[in-house]
């Protein structure tokens, strides 16, 4: 089946939702962390009650569910396309100004409010392979927010698509949005027995023809320094400077192992986010990933003895180390189900893609999701550059994801 003279509709409704602000606040206990995520949402309810999907809903915790009913009186596992609405704070997604580079040329493309931006080929190495395709980027001062509107809007023309098309035979299929994936909460209220699929997909990945289904193991980690203060005045074999012990533990880690910035492909790292410091207290986050989940306790173990060894420098001095599981390696939870990747690789064939499968040196919703009871690997949206103002993404990748989520739900039928 071909969806070739299909108008498709995720260009246009991505160019609508990116303008939207939905940034996520890392420092807010709500849930969602930024009411204006719903702002998106509230629109997504709409768009799919005006397609026929009478179920659509939006909950107070900043989820949509909605459902497109089956099609086949098959008994056919229920599965979930999933994308996340919210966006990074590491750059601003207030007042995006998307912009469509039609029949791109392989010139450097140029920011209208940023003139001293250039996206080109040879620092972005994918963008040669879209030579031809139409690529959207932002204006130059913000980021673009395909990570991930390009998912959500992905997921939507689908939703259209399928409710125009009757005919095409498939089971039961669930849609889930939700909030603050990117500040890794992104399932920490979605109601699995609400949601009631057995497998899933998140539409969250890179570039065309990518199928992952492994991701890092997660886990966040907090090293609190305690010094002792006094008067500096007389300060002479009282006071501990926190600050100091803090300082010589971070510069006891290695700079050229370990980190982000010196690691690639399977390899693991501990990575320090947040630092703050005082006299009396210093407090450093991490986050910690690796691939082989049992590497996280090696980590932090390697991570409590600097912190150790920086005490015993300054005697005097304390630390409390705090560990946390953030989440689990999908994979894990994936090769108990081989024919949901496997329906994935036929429906990538079935859109003319060989599919390559890769690791994410990252997360999704889906590998929690996975341990939640869905098992839920990542497919292509054509988002790269994310998270910073050179973001951008192919229409024709969008296009592509479309007709490939619309095979796996002909797959799944069969």
Wanted: contains cysteine; aromatic residues 8%; charged residues 25%.
């Amino acid at each position: 089946m071909s969806i070739s003279n299909y108008l498709h509709t995720a260009a246009e409704r991505f160019m609508r939702y990116v303008q939207i602000d939905t940034e996520a606040d890392p420092n807010s206990d709500t849930q969602p962390s930024s009411m204006k995520q719903k702002d998106l949402s509230k629109i997504l309810v709409e768009e799919l009650l005006a397609m026929g999907i009478s179920d659509a809903e939006l909950d107070e915790y900043g989820y949509v569910y909605a459902t497109i009913p089956a099609t086949s009186n098959k008994d056919i596992p229920t599965i979930c396309f999933c994308s996340h609405v919210d966006t990074a704070p590491d750059v601003t997604g207030a007042n995006v100004k998307p912009v469509l580079h039609k029949n791109f040329d392989g010139s450097p493309i140029g920011y209208a409010d940023a003139p001293d931006l250039f996206l080109t080929i040879e620092d972005h190495t994918y963008l040669k392979e879209r030579i031809g395709d139409d690529i959207i980027t932002a204006s130059g001062k913000t980021l673009l927010g395909a990570d991930d509107k390009a998912g959500v809007a992905i997921i939507m023309d689908f939703a259209n698509y399928m409710m125009q098309h009757p005919e095409i035979e498939h089971g039961k299929i669930r849609l889930l949005f939700t909030p603050d994936e990117e500040i890794g909460r992104g399932v920490n209220k979605v109601d699995m027995n609400k949601l009631g699929a057995q497998f899933g997909y998140t539409l969250d990945g890179g570039p065309r023809g990518v199928l992952e289904g492994e991701s890092f193991s997660a886990d966040g980690a907090t090293i609190v320094f305690d010094g002792i203060s006094a008067h500096p005045g007389y300060a002479k074999d009282k006071m501990v400077s926190a600050i100091k012990v803090a300082s010589y533990f971070m510069n006891s880690l290695p700079k050229d192992t370990w980190c982000p910035e010196s690691t690639a492909g399977m390899e693991g790292f501990v990575h320090a986010v947040h630092f703050e410091a005082a006299v009396e207290k210093a407090t450093i986050q991490f986050i910690v990933r690796d691939f082989e989940t049992a590497k996280l306790a090696e980590h932090e173990a390697q991570l409590e003895a600097l912190a150790k060894a920086a005490t015993e420098a300054f005697p005097g001095s304390q630390y409390t180390a705090v560990f946390k599981e953030q989440y689990r390696n999908m994979k894990e939870m994936l090769d108990q189900y081989p024919f949901v990747m496997s329906n994935a690789e036929e429906a990538y064939r079935r859109a003319g893609m060989t599919p390559v499968i890769e690791s994410i040196r990252g997360g999704t919703d889906g590998s929690r999701l996975s341990f939640m009871g869905m098992p839920c690997p990542n497919i292509f949206t054509g988002e790269m550059a994310i998270h910073s103002r050179r973001e951008y993404v192919s229409v024709q990748d969008m296009e592509k994801a479309v007709e490939t989520i619309v095979h796996l739900a002909q797959v799944w039928a069969e």
